[in-house]
DNA sequence: GCGGTTTATTTGTCTATACATAATAGCGCA
DNA sequence: TGCGCTATTATGTATAGACAAATAAACCGC
């Protein structure tokens, strides 16, 4: 077994301090000049495992004051959001699209305030995805054609929207929000389920922010239906910043 | 408005070339020698620009072949898991905590199952939260008193068992797994909803795992309920390291 | 005691250099 | 041609020193 690095070692050395509970929060660490006489190396390098700590939320610096053992991690959590296909094909499970509507207009009310957008054209579609010839998920998607113009071209009847969307444009930024909800006619129907039958609803805006030299852009909105007994999200948290 | 540190600055520039579609995945990042000379900087100076990039994901470094634009950036969202009582407060509604059952016992193959313990004793609970007098989640949980017997003192009809876990026992991963379920004849009368009724259950592991050194230890597994329409979990996503 | 000024401490950034390590590319030999 | 060795090159880690910036603590005049 190879010996890691000194600053990594020095950073474990600090973090399991903290994780076993012997340093707790707000209790200060010795200051740099105390670690490089008790490691015996040079200030960047515990400059460097101290850094380390904390961008990934487990210490606090202040200058002249030094370094302390953070407040308890919130709980945040790595949320994987699948990318469908991929996900049934994973599974060895065949995939299969069906585009049920495509329609590019002017954006109306509702188009706008998705994509918050103040007017221009959108692409609407409404798929559903198949994982060996069951319904998996309904989708119903906006992309907005002023910020992806090249979409208006894209046959969606063999891509998921999704896939291409992450293949072509460059994105920033994303929220989510996740609800059950009781299959209303539609959807039951497109799902074959019954009605009020718990569906898991993942929504999600995408969008570009430059900074601050330009406005953020909306580029897509996202709604996909899932039956509540086929589809689970999971997430996975670690308190280590890794 | 003040300068901001050289080598936030490189990083920026690089990060500004890859969102803006300039550079594609797989595109050669100039090596160090070569932005030191553009920058006209220190080799470590750029060398921190460049492994924050690559600690945040943006860019793959790989000796002696050079640096190169990251496959697109996975879609993982930081999901914040609420802290019940917290999230009802912080709305300006009342919280009250109903704790249904509590039981103290030899753990069961659910129960070992669940905490992933080959033996030991178990605090099992069932509680209730309301905000403002109406059902808001219905919590089951299990908690290893094998590794916090402390919690077999603790009069959980006051305090929320999550939140007193949480400011008590150390913890290093924890598991979630998100789904849309129907209400059972127990959940609708606990939440007084129909059954039937769609509900967005989460359930969560955690555990504590030292390294190497110890074999990692289950602290509690717990499930909660909520009523579909009046729950929801949101989550954003940066394609920045930040 | 109170408010403002100075001082000392600690972190933040950066330079210049050195050696280690990984991995590719090319060379020589069978 | 194919195999193995070597040289090259880019990154990874670390040193030792310097100055800058922030700010807590001490000080001082009133």
Request: aromatic share 6%; charged share 25%; with cysteine.
């Amino acid at each position: 077994m190879r010996a890691p690095p000194l600053h990594v070692r020095i950073g474990a050395d600090i973090e399991a301090q903290i994780m076993s509970g012997a340093w707790k929060p707000g209790h200060r660490i010795p200051a740099e000049h105390e670690l490089m006489a008790q490691y015996d190396c040079a200030r960047m390098t515990v400059s460097k495992a101290l850094s380390r700590l904390a961008t990934s939320g487990l210490i606090e610096r202040r200058r002249r004051a030094g370094s302390f053992v953070a407040a308890p991690p919130l709980h945040h959590a790595a949320l994987s959001i699948p990318d469908i296909r991929a996900d049934i094909e994973a599974h060895g499970r065949g995939y299969r699209l069906d585009l049920l509507a495509r329609s590019e207009r002017t954006a109306s009310a509702a188009d706008r305030a998705a994509l918050q957008i103040k007017a221009g054209k959108v692409l609407a579609l409404r798929c559903l995805h198949f994982a060996d010839d069951a319904p998996y998920a309904l989708e119903e998607r906006l992309i907005n054609l002023g910020v992806v113009p090249e979409a208006a071209a894209v046959d969606f009847s063999a891509e998921p929207p999704g896939s291409w969307l992450l293949g072509h444009v460059p994105w920033t930024e994303a929220e989510h929000s996740i609800a059950a909800i009781g299959a209303d006619a539609d959807t039951a129907a497109a799902l074959k389920l019954e009605r009020g039958a718990a569906c898991l609803r993942l929504e999600r805006w995408t969008w570009y922010d430059a900074g601050a030299a330009a406005a953020p852009e909306r580029i897509t909105w996202v709604r996909q239906t899932f039956p509540g007994n086929a589809f689970i999200l999971s997430a996975h948290f670690s308190a280590r910043g890794a």
